[in-house]
Nanobody, 120 residues
Framework: QVQPVESGGGLVQAGGSLRLSCAGS????????MGWYRQPPGGQRNFVAA???????NHADSVKGRFTISRDNANNIGYLQMNNLQPEDTAVYYC??????????????WGQGTQVTVSS
């Protein structure tokens, strides 16, 4: 099955920035909606940000003002710009893309995740 491909994770010092990418392919098209979740070490996967098919964005309170979700429809790539990163942002970041199939409910297709580590 085709999956989104995340990239852009890495190690950064507190206060630094990273930009994550989520590339769709095949019948996975970000125009139908996509988003990001994160899972810290030993923790649960939590919502970070999402953008709907209509372009409406939503961000978790914990990242508002620091993270921004965006997308490049022409190239079928979504982004998560992360500024002023803090150690508590350390997690594996997962993107999902909504897959639309005629006559079937929409489903979220997840990527493999990318590690973000923020040192203090």
């Amino acid at each position: 099955q085709v999956q989104p491909v995340e990239s852009g994770g890495g190690l950064v010092q507190a206060g630094g920035s990273l930009r994550l990418s989520c590339a769709g392919s095949g019948n996975l098209n970000i125009v139908y909606g996509m988003g990001w979740y994160r899972q810290p070490p030993g923790g649960q996967r939590n919502f970070v940000a999402a953008v709907t098919s209509g372009g409406v964005t939503n961000h978790a309170d914990s990242v508002k003002g620091r993270f921004t979700i965006s997308r490049d429809n022409a190239n079928n790539i979504g982004y998560l710009q992360m500024n002023n990163l803090q150690p508590e942002d350390t997690a594996v970041y997962y993107c999902y893309i909504k897959r639309i199939r005629l006559g079937r409910p929409a489903t979220d297709v997840w990527g493999q995740g990318t590690q973000v580590t923020v040192s203090s």
